[in-house]
């Protein structure tokens, strides 16, 4: 993998020791349908659609595709080129999709059993302006509030420990902490229970980035 600063491309390589590929095949190896070896599809199965797709979506980010073998029995090596984002591109389109800055910069604690989804909501808090310190049970939400001075509680009800509803009702006896649900059920019970509970706002997954942000902002006023 390698990045031509001077082209603005990005060029990556998948090289394997497979099967390979005839010479003549490789023409028509992006086609629908086409394998290199027919007797692929009754030993291996599939469709011969997966490098069809491969390209298109290549296509669709305007780059190249292409592949080489030294033939039968000596793997092939998939070649990928892409056009690279201007710098400062990217954070330009982030934050066109996500918004700018908090109104309010807020202390958030994030309680999220699920690894990848605390990690990529406490990086997106973060890019909001926000300060973020993340548990992944009641026991560490505990901790942490008692801790730490708060602004707002984003909690998953389902954790491993027990539930959110226990989070929010510490949030709640604080006085000044506002507790935000990320959970996957969104009926009118579920957003009538949470509120009992003491959560003052109900977001469903997958999580509206715009609409917590607007949620944050409230929380923060």
Known sequence: MRIDDKAARFHFEIA?????????????LFQPFEQADPSVSR?????????????RLVDLHHGRIEAESAGRSFGATFKITL???????????????????ASKPLRILLVEDHQDT??????????????VVTADNVEGAMALMASNNIDAVL??????????YEVAAQARATGRM???????????????RSKEAGFDFHLVKPINFQELQTV???AGT
Request: charged share 20%.
């Open 16 to 28: 394997d020791t497979g099967i390979g590929i005839e010479p003549q095949r490789l023409a028509s």
């Open 43 to 55: 030993q291996f199965g599939g469709l011969g659609l997966g490098l069809a797709i491969s390209k």
């Open 216 to 218: 944050l902002d409230q």
């Open 155 to 164: 909690c998953d009800i389902g954790l491993p420990d027990g539930s959110g």
């Open 83 to 101: 056009d690279t984002l201007p710098q400062g591109a990217a954070a330009v389109g982030l934050n066109h999709r996500l918004g700018g800055k």
């Open 118 to 131: 605390r990690r990529t909501l406490s990086r997106l808090l973060t890019h909001f302006g926000h300060n």
């Open 178 to 192: 506002k507790a935000i649900a990320l959970t996957g059920f969104g009926t009118e019970q579920d957003v009538q």
